[in-house]
């Protein structure tokens, strides 16, 4: 986008027009990278969002009290480092992948977590049989843009229990540390890891690098894929995936989709895929839907325009390639080559960036061999 405007401004362009040039810019760089299947070589660690580089405060005291605010909310209490009470917002509200809406009404925003955290005063118990009511150390996790609702949410906390000090984690942060500190590297205080967090989106960017050495976790890269959205985005394909039928999203009879001569790249697809909380299980199914079709090679490098071009918001609406949608349209067994096609993707587009990695860091001598 910085590039779109600064061309914009050289060559006297109407700011509306910026829009569609840095999307134009977007699919060319994707459709070119998506020629080139080698691991790409890496010389620095690019950050895109947030360039600081800071170690997390741990929490050290006895009991801790946390709340997740993102889709799938919970909140957890653990006394001396051992999980003792979780609850998870969906089950309590039987909503799927509930979470509380930020964009709601201020007294339901707040009642719904008011209700949940009650819930928690009453059936949490320690190992010993006591009630939690005091915590010396209070986490919310997914920081970053929410942070008025972060402050705020600490109020409704403590309307029922005491806290001694907050600490503010981001989403992929959030994963990396979880899954160092779970993970049997840490005990090795001279053993350095590399922790990789790309499920998708979070308010701290997509496809986050850290390392952890000797208690602390540093990020070192952010390459912006948005792996988990592509997935999303292909859903839309696959009635046997999404439970909806294909003519939701696809208008198969457009005539760039029959026309097999057409110039068209990308095929613009319906915006429910944005709003339907349905689509954050549609990777999970899509991957093992994988395993009943046949990868297609006319449809490899489309498909890796597409994992390319998930960096970030294409303004306008989704798209698809072309070839892609014409695969869906034509058949059954087309949706599931397409599927296949994804998946053996995917797995060499992410080993190929790993690999990348591996190699920056093995000539910082910054990994240690397992």
Not at 3 to 23: K, N, P, T, Y
Not at 207 to 229: C, T, W
Request: glycine share 8%; hydrophobic share 40%; with cysteine.
């Amino acid at each position: 986008m910085v590039a779109a405007r600064r061309f914009a401004s050289q060559h006297d362009l109407q700011a509306g027009s910026v829009w569609a040039l840095a999307e134009e810019m977007g699919l060319n760089r994707a459709w070119a990278a998506a020629k080139h299947r080698q691991s790409p070589e890496v010389t620095e660690m690019p950050v895109h969002v947030g360039s600081r580089v800071r170690s997390p405060e741990l929490p050290t005291g006895q009991s801790v009290i946390s709340l997740y605010l993102g889709h799938d909310s919970g909140i957890t209490v653990s006394q001396y480092g051992r999980i003792q009470c979780v609850l998870e917002l969906e089950r309590y509200f039987n909503i799927r992948y509930f979470r509380p809406n930020v964009s709601s009404p201020a007294d339901k925003y707040q009642g719904e977590w008011h209700k949940a955290l009650r819930a928690v005063e009453k059936h949490c118990e320690y190992d010993d049989g006591q009630k939690p009511s005091h915590f010396t150390d209070g986490v919310i996790v997914f920081a970053g843009d929410f942070e008025c609702y972060q402050l705020w949410l600490r109020g409704v906390v403590t309307m029922i229990f005491t806290v001694e000090r907050w600490h503010m984690v981001d989403h992929h942060e959030a994963h990396a540390l979880l899954g160092y500190y779970s993970s049997p590297f840490h005990s090795n205080p001279s053993r350095t890891t590399m922790v990789l967090s790309y499920d998708s989106a979070g308010n701290d960017g997509s496809f986050n690098v850290y390392v952890a050495s000797k208690g602390k976790l540093e990020r070192i890269a952010q390459l912006a894929y948005s792996l988990g959205n592509a997935y999303d985005i292909v859903g839309v394909l696959m009635p046997e995936v999404s439970g909806h039928p294909l003519t939701d999203f696809v208008d198969c009879n457009d005539t760039d989709v029959l026309n097999t001569s057409s110039d068209a790249k990308v095929i613009r697809v319906g915006t429910f895929h944005e709003k339907a909380y349905q689509k954050l299980s549609w990777a999970g199914k899509l991957m093992g839907y994988s395993a009943v079709g046949e990868v297609r090679e006319d449809l490899r490098e489309s498909m890796r325009f597409l994992l390319e071009e998930c960096r970030s918001f294409i303004p306008g609406g989704m798209g698809l390639p072309l070839p892609i949608v014409r695969a869906a349209c034509e058949s059954l067994d087309g949706q599931r080559a397409v599927a296949a096609t994804m998946q053996s993707e995917f797995e060499e587009f992410f080993l190929s960036r790993l690999e990348a990695f591996l190699r920056f860091l093995g000539c910082l001598g910054g990994l240690h061999q397992a």
